[in-house]
């Protein structure tokens, strides 16, 4: 099983709108893929739909080996989904945050996964803290230690780094790339090139359709820069649809 | 289908949690019953008609018949029909379907023909003051009013030196004193529970969708049923502590009797605060944010207020308001309530409505259940 995600024809429409237009996703397994386009164009309604947290009009696949329409229990307990909007308990301190998380995966062992998380995330000595009082970046980093608490083999992050700090950012992506290293996979939306650059591969989608798909090189090439790339691509697809 | 206890129990503790760092709702559970029960019990007052009465007439000359035809024809009184025993009359009482018993003896007309001042008997539901005390009144002129027609021309002679050629006797059963508070009290606990138990769940829910939680929530391997229960359970319990402080409330400040024990209103209790719950959980999946949650609130909580026989007797309602009255779980619960804290009643008389009750409950359960959403469409 090579694949992650391995999926074809996915699609969502929300009354006449076709938010996702028969796409095919496949994800390595050890691999970061870069989940690029601009806003609205469903990249959150394609994650969400692979965790099971929304209802797919079309498409059939495999995630993680697991039928994606009829399986969504046994792949929510193996994915690590990362929403783009802060979605922890604000008044809940940050251990009790993980270890509610972690008891909705786990029988046992909760103290020691908790204590382990903590000091992963080195926020042990604020883990009594509520959620809601913390700086942007140690609010992104509580959501990846929550994400990560029950060692998914699939991480889905939502714009993760959407205003945090450079370094909080460049931490964070040591951070999903030792965990890619581990063997699992990863599916990030960003906005950023930098941080596209550092993917193993870019998805780019624009209005529901997939329109470049491969290595940063691939994508960069016969264009200047990938900003240019991406430009170009969002005009194509403007294009296609008047 | 497994349930995981463990999960449950995280969710209860972080509700738990929640609830207790949040100052204004836990203010709401505590203060809003103890600020209604004052204003309510001390305040609350009301003019009621069309009381539903039964006849038991042991006599059957003309000014017994004019009487009855002048209780029939009054605004105050509704008579639904005519009883042959004094059993009927008493078990129909005490299940709540009447409000008055009038019994006119045998010989009334021969007593009334030979001076002998003869008496109506009127048994009350006087769990509700206001109606017993109205009907005292209301029957005095009635009976004086069909006598003042009657003894005209020959029997005429009856009335002279004796100004009430007849009298109504009034038996107050349940509230002999006359406590508007024995009525609201009890009454008063449903409307609470309801109030804060619908609201609480509900906003709950709903806020979890708003501050985004609820997507991450979705996203673990955890049943609807699991998170429900999880909701569910801390709110029964602050339901029976509310409960408590009303009751403790109504033995300090208003002194009432609870002459039907604590076991059955407590079992009352519990069907009604998951039909409460329940329903503030529907609520939840409907509303899309905390205001229309707190709309949809009071959408239910008016008519529960205000036809469920708490505001007015429900005997006095019109038939249309009385069909929706049947369909809110609080008229049954407040039917059990003053029924076993002020009538003492047993469990047999209460039956149907607990039935109506349990039934309610497993409607909005099932109801709840199917409209609860796993994803975020």
């Known amino acids: ?242 | 289908m497994i349930l995981s206890f463990a999960k449950i129990r995280a969710i209860l503790k972080k509700e738990l949690i929640q609830l207790k760092r949040d100052r204004a709702t836990a203010a709401m559970v505590i203060f809003i019953p103890l600020l209604q029960l004052l204003l309510f019990g001390y305040a609350i007052n009301n003019d009621p008609k069309h009381l539903t009465t039964v006849v038991l007439s042991r006599d059957n000359g003309i000014f017994a018949r004019n009487f009855i035809v002048g209780l029939k024809n009054s605004e105050y009184f509704r008579v639904t029909g005519e009883i042959k025993s004094d059993e009927e009359g008493r078990k129909l009482l005490q299940q709540g379907n009447v409000q008055f018993v009038v019994t006119i003896p045998d010989s009334f007309s021969r007593n009334l023909m030979r001076r002998r001042n003869p008496s109506v008997l009127i048994e009350a539901d006087a769990a509700d003051p206001v109606t017993a005390a109205g009907a005292v009144g209301a029957a005095g002129e009635i009976l004086a009013s069909a006598l003042a027609r009657d003894l005209k021309g020959a029997p005429a002679f009856l009335r002279i030196d004796n100004p009430n050629p007849a009298n109504v006797i009034i038996h107050k059963l349940y509230n002999p004193e006359g406590f508007t508070n024995y009525n609201i009290i009890p009454g008063l606990t449903g409307v609470l529970l309801m109030l804060t138990g619908i609201m609480v769940t509900a906003l709950s829910l709903t806020r979890e969708r708003e501050r985004g939680t609820m997507e991450n929530m979705l996203s673990m391997p955890v049943k609807p049923i699991e998170v429900m229960l999880g909701k569910i359970i801390p709110y029964i319990l602050i339901g029976y502590v509310q409960a408590a402080i009303i009751v403790a409330a109504a033995e300090f400040l208003f002194d009432i009797p609870m002459s039907g024990g604590w076991f059955l209103p407590a079992v009352a209790l519990l069907i009604f605060i998951i039909c409460n719950l329940a329903l503030g959980l529907a609520v939840s999946t409907i509303a899309k944010n905390q205001m229309q949650s707190i709309q949809m609130t009071m959408f239910i909580f008016l008519p529960s207020l205000m036809l469920s026989g708490f505001m007015f007797p429900f005997c006095g309602m019109p038939s249309w308001a009385q069909t929706i009255g049947n369909c809110i779980p609080m008229t049954y619960f407040m039917r059990i309530v003053r029924g076993i804290m002020l009538k003492g009643s047993n469990f047999a008389e209460m039956s149907q409505n607990f039935l109506a009750l349990l039934l309610f409950m497993c409607v909005a359960t099932g109801i709840t259940i199917k409209l609860y959403r796993k994803t975020l469409d």
């Open chain 1, 1 to 242: 099983m090579k694949y992650a995600i391995d999926v074809r024809n996915l699609t969502k429409k929300i009354k006449n709108n076709v938010i996702v237009d028969h796409i095919n996703i496949r994800v390595q397994r050890g691999k970061i893929y870069g989940f690029l386009g601009p806003n609205g164009s469903g990249k959150t309604t394609t994650m969400r739909m692979l965790c099971g947290l929304l209802s797919s009009d079309e498409g059939e696949g495999h995630c993680l080996g697991f039928d994606f329409k009829k399986e969504s229990d046994k792949i929510k307990s193996r994915v690590g989904y990362m929403t783009q909007k802060v979605s922890f308990w604000e008044d809940l301190t940050i251990r009790e945050n993980l270890e509610f998380t972690a008891k909705m995966f786990y029988e046992d062992d909760i103290e020691k996964r908790v204590r382990e998380s903590l000091e992963n995330a080195a926020l042990t000595p604020h883990a009594d803290r509520l959620a809601g009082t913390l700086s942007g970046g140690w609010k992104q980093r509580l959501a990846l230690a929550a994400c990560l608490i029950h060692e998914p083999e699939l991480l889905l992050l939502d714009e993760p780094t959407a205003g945090v700090d450079p370094k909080a950012r460049k931490e964070f992506w040591e951070t999903i790339r030792r965990f890619a290293d581990g063997g699992s996979a990863v599916l990030v939306s960003t906005h950023y090139t930098d941080e596209a650059e550092r993917c193993d591969k870019i998805i780019y989608i624009a209005y529901g359709s997939i329109m470049a798909e491969g290595t940063v090189a691939e994508i960069k090439s016969g264009f200047s820069s990938l900003e240019d790339s991406f430009v170009y691509h969002i005009n194509e697809s403007l294009r296609n649809k008047s």
